[in-house]
């Protein structure tokens, strides 16, 4: 069950939530469960999501894909259908794109911020690459953002939005 493997992980892992209880967590997910089925679609994923920290402004538990390499059930995709199709009439077929796969499991890519706050509590994307939420003002002129970790140094990036390879997916977050 979903609930047990988040327990487990969110006690293994004490650092990456300090001052959170499990049982207020579990208590509020399970007034919502829809948002358990989202985190049951980030661990069937290969997302591993477990609680980053609360959002000081609205008080949500901010979950967060914390797998050591980017999910390996989200990779060689595009940022976004635009991207996808793009990618399609020149037959060369991505499996997917970012936001679309996320839209699906009910959660929101990464923000640069949202990510550099993740390598903060454990270093990631040590040999893959992640999509980030990318800027519309990027977005409208073709581009698309994503980082990984590097030299112990997070790196943000730029590529076409429809560019994808085997090592490069997407995080995700989830606010309950």
Known sequence: MILEI???RFEEHSYRHEDIEWKTVEERLLKQKGKLLSLQKMEETGGEPDVMGIDENT???LFCDFSIETPSGRRKITYD???EEKRNKKKVYPEGNAVSMAR???IELL???QYRMLQEKEKVDLKSSSWLKTPE???KLGGAVFGDCRYDHVFIYHNGAESFYSS???RGILRV
């Open 59 to 61: 008080g949500e538990y």
């Open 111 to 113: 923000t640069e911020g």
């Open 81 to 83: 259908l635009e991207g």
């Open 6 to 8: 988040l327990q487990k």
């Open 168 to 170: 490069r997916g997407f």
């Open 104 to 106: 699906e499991l009910g």
């Open 137 to 139: 003002e990027i977005r």
